[in-house]
């Protein structure tokens, strides 16, 4: 049976994960608080002011900052505040509305010399700061994740994909062939809306934040590069880890 085997979300585009036990899915949103903020980058396009979404090369990230890919982080959902931890810089509790500066202190010795700096803490009113231009929930297959690791030689994080749902249960690349189709998962459907493409952050380790895989490497050598999906929920509903998840 092809079920749930995990949620996260990522409440800064980036800059951590957060495991969470259920969750309610809204009607053509994202995930609740998942990249509700993103971080501008010196160089970033005036578009990228928090007005709506903007594309993410405006944003620093984990394919141009691996540092970035071994923060985690825990959401306060009522005081409106988000607590990163990274192993080389502590832990910061803020607001991302009110305490940038404190935030964007905390995460300066992350960023490589010779990128483009963090220089502001940004968010999309309407919409989280997806990868995609339209308000997603990305999805991955846990067998693909350990098809890919057999090949590389080593185990792959599942934490390097930076989805919202895990499932597990399935055959590995089943998931190739679901575009058009709908995911069921509790009370809520998503539809099934584009393969997920992939970029260099994920060949870092999210517990090191070191580049210690060639996942596009592997990915190409099988034709391709793309690993998960992104969803539209199209029927509100509460999911949770366990749940039974379903292709119709």
Not at 13 to 19: D, L, N, T, V
Not at 142 to 169: C, K, M, T, V, Y
Request: proline share 5%; glycine share 10%.
């Amino acid at each position: 049976m092809t079920r749930v085997a995990a949620i996260w979300r990522h409440p800064i585009k980036a800059h951590g994960f957060e495991a969470l036990e259920r969750v309610h899915l809204a009607e053509g949103t994202t995930l609740p608080w998942d990249r509700r903020w993103a971080v501008a980058h010196e160089a970033a396009a005036p578009e990228a002011d928090g007005r709506g979404w903007a594309p993410c090369a405006n944003f620093s990230r984990g394919a141009k900052a691996p540092q970035l890919m071994a923060i985690s982080a825990t959401s306060d959902l009522e005081a409106g505040k988000v607590t990163l931890r990274h192993p080389e810089r502590g832990e910061l509790t803020f607001d991302p509305d009110a305490d940038a500066g404190a935030f964007l202190e905390w995460v300066r010795p992350l960023m490589p010399e010779g990128r483009a700096q963090s220089a502001a803490v940004v968010r999309a009113p309407d919409q989280g700061m997806t990868d995609s231009d339209f308000a997603s929930i990305s999805i991955i297959n846990l067998a693909s994740g350990a098809d890919l690791g057999a090949q590389l030689g080593q185990d792959l994080s599942p934490l390097r994909w930076r989805a919202n749902i895990h499932l597990d249960g399935l055959e590995p690349w089943a998931e190739r062939g679901w575009v058009g189709r709908i995911l069921r998962i509790g009370g809520a459907e998503l539809e099934l809306r584009e393969e997920i493409t992939r970029c260099r952050a994920t060949t870092a380790n999210p517990e090191t934040g070191a580049r210690d895989a060639d996942t596009l490497g592997a990915l190409k050598a099988l034709g391709h590069q793309e690993f998960g999906l992104y969803g539209v929920v199209t029927r509100g509903g509460q999911i949770a880890v366990g749940d039974a998840a379903e292709v119709i």
